[in-house]
């Protein structure tokens, strides 16, 4: 059962921009927050955005000032906008909700993952 659905990866030059997005499906009831982390190759996967489900956000230091989630709540949405994207920034990026389905308790979901590939 596919919870969490995200779209918008691709292969873009450096200094491009990209806009990934997550949708929870309809079995999602509540959601405290949602995140976007990434895998590169051979590494493990790290934070890159939070958003709760007031409005906070947080980021990772590597890309502050050049990504932006939001959130849509009633339509159960999370977006990350890339800009000045950097070959590191290269990996499979994942969506991530704290979140409540139906008859269920609050625990994480997980997404498929998008590929993002930045050249130089």
């Known amino acids: 059962q596919v919870h969490l659905v995200e779209s918008g990866g691709g292969l873009v030059q450096a200094g491009g921009s990209l806009r990934l997005s997550c949708r929870a499906s309809e079995m999602i009831v509540s959601i405290k927050s949602m995140s976007w982390y990434r895998q590169a190759p051979g590494k493990q996967r790290e934070l890159v955005a939070t958003?709760?489900?007031?409005?906070?956000?947080n980021y990772a230091d590597s890309v502050k000032g050049r990504f932006t989630i939001s959130r849509i709540n009633v339509e159960n949405m999370v977006y990350l906008q890339m800009n000045s994207l950097k070959p590191e920034d290269t990996g499979v990026y994942y969506c991530?909700?704290?979140?409540?389905?139906?008859?269920?308790?609050?625990?994480?979901?997980w997404g498929q993952g998008t590929q993002v590939t930045v050249s130089s």
């Open positions: 991530n909700a704290y979140a409540r389905a139906v008859l269920a308790q609050f625990r994480e979901y």
């Open positions: 958003i709760t489900s007031g409005g906070s956000t």
